[in-house]
Every structure is written in structure tokens, then in C-alpha cells.
């Protein structure tokens, strides 16, 4: 019983240290220091994966897989919307190393 509960605080913190370090890495972009912000990307990336937790949202879709560095729209990134009438695809594309992110969303109907 211990063991679980140690396990679920373990987890909780690393998510905080890396919601914390997230914010610190944008900071750092806006600043113009990319590689210390993908130090802390990479950092945040590492105590997720060593507590055993899911990644959070916005490690998952905020940050480039390719160079690490946080994506913020007309800094960073490029958002493209692309579709039609079933589904629009939500296209991020990286302006430091050119990786793209392609998001598939659904329309909902109008009554």
C-alpha cells in the first residue's frame, strides 16, 4: 500500500518540475536563448520518463520532437489550417528546424 501511494507522489512532482520547467523554456525563447531552453525541455522530457508518467499536453503537442525547443505561435512555430467539410487538419510547423506536427480534428455539426 505504501509503495503505491509513494508511486503517485512521485509522479505528481515530476509533473509540476516539468510543467515549471516548461514555463522557464519559454521564457528562454522569448528571451532568444534556444539552447538553454532546450536544455530544459530535454530535462522536463528526462523526469517524466523517470517517474514511469504519461507525458502531459503540453510537452506533447508545445515542444518540437526534432530540436526540443517550445513552439509558440509566431516565434517559433507556423499553425496552418487545412480540410474540409469532415475533419480540419491543425498543421505546426517548426521555423528553426522545419519539423511539422499535424493535428486531425473533427467538425462538429451544426443543428
Request: charged content about 30%; overall charge positive.
Amino acid at each position: 500500500m505504501v509503495g503505491k501511494y509513494r508511486k503517485k507522489n512521485i509522479k505528481d512532482l515530476a509533473l509540476q518540475r516539468a510543467r515549471i520547467l516548461y514555463g522557464l523554456a519559454v521564457t528562454e525563447v522569448r528571451r532568444g536563448a534556444y539552447g538553454r531552453a532546450r536544455r530544459y525541455i530535454s530535462l522536463a522530457l528526462r523526469l517524466i520518463e523517470k517517474a514511469n508518467a504519461r507525458k502531459p499536453i503540453f510537452l506533447r503537442r508545445g515542444t518540437c520532437k526534432n530540436c526540443h525547443v517550445p513552439l509558440i505561435p509566431g516565434l517559433t512555430c507556423r499553425i496552418r489550417l487545412r480540410g474540409n467539410k469532415k475533419h480540419i487538419i491543425v498543421t505546426k510547423t517548426c521555423l528553426l528546424c522545419g519539423w511539422m506536427r499535424r493535428i486531425p480534428c473533427k467538425i462538429k455539426a451544426e443543428k
